[in-house]
C-alpha cells in the first residue's frame, strides 16, 4: 500500500516537473520566434562594390564555384552604346568586326546587336562569362565603366566565408543588406554636373 | 542521486544557462543593429552616416571629426 | 557623323592614356530615334530565405532522429541510414555550408565584434547540436555532420591505435579551437573553414592541395577510423567537453553488462572503458600524491604555455592581411612579385589610405595577437595539464561503458551485446 502510495507521489513530482520544463520551454520558443522576426530582416549576402574594385582578375579563380558566381553585368543605365567598346574589342583590335581576334572577353560571353547608326547595344551571356574582369576593365578605362563586376546570387551560395574576399587585395567583398544585395557604382556627382 | 551525479547536474545547468545567455546576447545584438547602410562613396553625407556601423564609416567618421577638431 | 565624333572622341582618351578611372560618363546615353527600349539590368533575388528556415527544421529533425535512434530504438542500422541522409542533404545538397563546426567562428566574430550581423541559421546551427549533447550525448557526431558521416561511411577495418598516441593526439583539436577562435576573433581568416578538408568532394571542386588532404584523411579513415573528427575536430572538442555532462547517453548494454566481452573491441574509435576492479586500483596516498603534484604543475604549464605563445604573437599575425601589407610595404618586398606592382599595393595606394594610418591600425592588431598569444598559449598548456592529470584519475568501474567524452554514439557496439531488453509485457 505504501509503495503504491510512494508511487502515486512520485508521478505528480513527476507531472509538475514536466509541466514546468514544458513552459519554461513554450517560454523560451515564444521569445525565440520574436526576435527572430526582428532580425531576420538583417540577413547580408556577399557583394563586391565596383568602386573598390581594381580588375585584377582573382574573382575568377578564387571563387569555391567553377565558373565564379561573380559575372560581368551590364549597367544599361550607364551605357554609352559606342561602336567603339572598350569592353569589347581588343585594344589591338584590327578591324571593328564581331571576329573572334577582335573580341577582348576570352569566352566571347559579350554579344552586340546593332541598334541604329551609330549605337550597339551589348548583352553578357551570363553563362559563358567567367567573371575575369578584362571587360570592366576595358569599359573602366575607355568608356562609361557600364560594365561592372557583381557576385551572381542566383549562383552565389553564400558561404560563410567568402573565399573571393579572402583574396581579393582591395578588400572589395563586403557584406550587404539582403533586401539590396547589389551595388553599382554610378556617376558620382562632379561628372554628372560636367 | 549519488556525489557524480550531482556535479554532473550542476555542470549541465551551468553550461545550458551559458548556451541561453550566449544566444540571447548575441540576437539581442543583432535585433539592435540599425538599419543596414551600404556605405560607398555616393552616401557620404547621407543621414545614415551617424548610425552607419560598416567599418570604412567607422574610420570615414574617425577622420572627418579629426578635420574639424 | 555621330559615329565619327564617337570614334574621334575615343581616340583622343586613348592617347591620353586616361586609365582607371571609374564610372566617368565620357559617352552620354544616346536618345534613340528608332524608339529602341533599353533592356533592364537583370539582378537576380539571392537563395530564398525560406530554404535557411528549411535548414535548420532539417538539423532540428535530424537530431531528433538521430536521437530518438541512438537512445531509445538502439538501432545502429538506422543511424546509418541517417549518416546517409546528412552526407546527401548537409553534404551534397547544402555543398557543406552552412556547418556547425565552422558556425562557431561566426559565434566568436559576434562576440568580439558586435557590428558584425550574425545570421540566425549560425546561431542555430551552433547551439542546437550543443544543446543535444548536453542531454543526450554526442548524437550529432553520430549522424547529423556531413564531416563526421562522410567518414564514417568509409570506416571499413578499423584498426585499434595505442592509448598514448590516441591522447596525444586527441589534443590537436583544442589547439585547433584555439587558433580558430583566435584567428575570427581578430576577424582574420576563417580557419576552419580555409582548410575543410571535406568541402571539396561536396562541392566536386577543390584545389589540388584540398582534394589530397580530403582524400588522405579519407583514405587514412578505412583504417583508423574518423581521422577528422577524433584528431582535427575544434567543435568535437567542445562537443566531447560537453557530453560529459550529458544527462542521458548511449549505454552498450540495454539492461545489465553480464561482463561477456563480446563488445570489448567493438567500437572502431576506442571509445569504450573497460572495467576498473578495486584491485587494480593505485595505493590510494600515492594515487593522491601524484594527483596533487599533477594539479601544482598546472599553473606552471599555463604560465609556459601563456609566454611561448605570446612569443609568437608576430608568426601568428602575418596571417592578417592588413599585418602582410604592411610588412611589405616596409619591406619593399612587393608580395614575392618582380615584374609588376603587386595587386594589394595597387589597391592600396587607390584607397588613398596613408601609410601612417596603416601602420597604427596594424599595431593595433599586432597588440590584440600579443593578447591572444598569451591566452591561447595558455589555454593549451592548460589542455596539456588536464590530459595528464586524466591520466592519473582512475574511475572505479565495473561494467564496459561508453566514455562519455570521445563516444561518437554511433552505435556500433549496440549490436555487439547478446544482452536482450527487457520486453515490456504491458497489455495491449
Given at each position: 500500500?505504501?509503495?503504491?502510495e ?18 519554461i ?101 551570363e ?68 | ?23 540571447g ?10 538599419e ?23 574610420i ?7 578635420k574639424?577638431? | ?26 559617352f ?12 533592364p ?9 525560406a ?5 535548420t ?32 542533404y ?29 545570421p540566425l ?24 555532420c ?23 593526439l ?8 584555439g ?14 573553414c ?11 571542386d ?16 578505412i ?97 592578417n ?14 608580395y ?12 592600396f ?18 597588440k ?8 591561447l ?17 582512475f ?20 549490436d ?13
Open positions: 500500500m505504501a509503495k503504491k510512494k508511487k502515486k507521489d512520485l508521478n505528480r513530482r513527476a507531472f509538475i516537473d514536466r509541466g514546468f520544463r514544458f513552459s520551454g513554450l517560454g523560451l520558443t515564444g521569445l525565440g520566434v520574436g526576435l527572430y522576426k526582428r532580425s531576420r530582416a538583417k540577413e547580408y549576402v556577399w557583394q563586391l562594390d565596383p568602386a573598390k574594385c581594381i580588375q585584377c582578375g582573382r574573382c575568377a579563380t578564387s571563387c569555391i564555384m567553377t565558373p565564379s558566381a561573380v559575372k560581368c553585368f551590364h549597367v544599361y543605365d550607364m551605357c554609352g552604346y559606342c561602336d567603339l567598346c572598350g569592353g569589347y574589342f581588343r585594344p589591338e583590335a584590327k578591324n571593328l568586326t564581331t571576329a573572334a581576334e577582335n573580341q577582348l572577353c576570352p569566352t566571347a560571353a559579350i554579344e552586340r546587336k546593332f541598334i541604329e547608326e551609330p549605337f550597339f547595344e551589348y548583352h553578357i551571356i553563362e559563358l562569362c567567367i567573371g575575369c574582369a578584362k571587360c570592366v576593365k576595358g569599359c573602366g578605362a575607355f568608356g562609361n565603366g557600364s560594365l561592372q563586376l557583381q557576385v551572381n546570387h542566383r549562383l552565389c551560395v553564400d558561404c560563410n566565408e567568402c573565399s573571393i574576399a579572402r583574396d581579393c587585395p582591395a578588400d572589395a567583398f563586403e557584406r550587404v543588406s539582403i533586401d539590396s544585395p547589389y551595388i553599382f557604382a554610378g556617376f558620382s556627382k562632379e561628372e554628372n554636373k560636367s | 542521486m549519488n556525489r557524480r551525479q550531482f556535479i554532473s547536474s550542476i555542470g549541465r545547468g551551468t553550461i545550458f544557462t551559458g548556451l541561453a545567455a550566449l544566444s546576447v548575441l540576437i539581442y545584438r543583432k535585433s539592435k543593429i540599425t543596414p547602410c551600404n556605405f560607398d562613396f555616393v552616401c557620404r553625407d547621407c543621414r545614415k552616416l551617424n548610425s552607419c556601423k560598416q567599418p570604412e564609416a567607422v570615414f567618421k574617425r577622420n572627418k571629426n579629426k574639424s577638431a | 557623323m555621330k559615329k565619327k565624333i564617337a570614334t574621334i572622341l575615343l581616340l583622343a582618351i586613348i592617347s591620353l592614356q586616361v586609365y582607371n578611372i571609374y564610372a566617368i560618363q565620357r552620354p546615353k544616346p536618345e534613340f530615334e528608332s524608339g529602341h527600349t533599353q533592356p539590368t537583370v539582378t537576380p533575388d539571392p537563395r530564398a530565405q530554404l535557411d528556415i528549411l535548414d527544421f532539417v538539423l532540428v529533425a535530424a537530431l531528433s532522429v538521430v536521437t530518438w535512434l541512438v537512445i531509445k530504438k538502439r538501432s545502429r542500422k538506422g543511424v546509418f541510414w541517417m549518416s546517409v541522409f546528412a552526407v546527401l548537409f553534404g551534397f545538397f547544402r555543398e557543406g555550408c552552412i556547418c556547425s563546426v565552422g558556425s562557431l567562428q561566426n559565434i566568436t566574430l559576434a562576440l568580439f565584434n558586435p557590428e558584425y550581423s550574425i541559421t549560425a546561431i542555430a546551427f551552433f547551439i542546437l547540436p550543443i544543446v543535444y549533447t548536453l542531454f543526450f550525448g554526442r548524437t550529432f557526431c553520430a549522424g547529423v556531413p564531416l563526421g558521416t562522410l567518414q564514417d561511411i568509409f570506416a571499413l577495418k578499423p584498426m585499434s591505435i595505442k592509448t598514448w598516441l590516441e591522447k596525444v586527441g589534443i590537436i583539436p583544442f589547439i585547433y579551437l587558433l580558430a577562435i583566435l584567428y575570427a576573433a581578430t576577424s582574420t581568416d576563417f580557419i576552419i580555409r582548410y575543410d578538408p571535406f568541402v571539396g568532394f561536396f562541392r566536386f577543390a584545389t589540388f592541395m584540398m582534394f589530397s588532404i580530403g582524400g588522405v584523411l579519407l583514405l587514412t579513415g583504417f583508423i577510423a574518423r581521422p577528422y573528427c577524433r584528431f582535427l575536430c575544434p567543435y568535437g572538442a567542445l562537443l566531447n567537453l560537453v557530453s560529459r555532462f550529458s544527462k542521458k547517453h548511449i549505454t552498450i548494454t540495454p539492461t545489465e553488462c553480464i561482463q561477456c566481452r563480446l563488445c570489448e573491441d567493438s567500437c572502431p574509435f576506442e571509445a569504450i572503458d573497460k572495467p576498473v576492479l578495486l584491485k587494480e586500483k593505485e595505493e590510494r596516498p600515492i594515487a593522491v600524491r601524484r594527483f596533487l603534484m599533477y594539479t601544482i604543475i598546472i599553473p606552471v604549464l599555463i604560465l609556459i604555455g601563456g609566454y611561448t605563445g605570446s612569443q609568437f604573437h608576430e608568426n601568428l599575425a602575418s596571417v592581411t592588413k599585418v602582410r601589407l604592411a610588412n611589405e610595404l616596409l619591406n619593399e618586398t612587393n614575392g612579385e618582380t615584374e609588376q606592382e603587386a595587386f594589394e599595393i595597387t589597391a595606394k587607390a584607397a588613398g589610405q596613408s601609410k601612417e594610418e596603416l601602420y597604427n591600425e596594424v599595431a593595433a592588431i599586432i590584440k595577437f600579443y593578447i591572444g598569444g598569451w591566452i598559449g595558455g589555454f593549451i598548456g592548460l589542455v596539456f595539464g588536464l590530459t595528464l592529470v586524466s591520466l592519473t584519475i574511475k572505479y568501474r565495473e561494467d564496459y561503458t561508453p566514455n562519455k567524452g570521445t563516444c561518437l554514439s554511433c552505435a556500433r557496439c549496440v555487439y551485446c547478446p544482452v536482450l531488453p527487457e520486453v515490456k509485457t504491458e497489455l495491449q
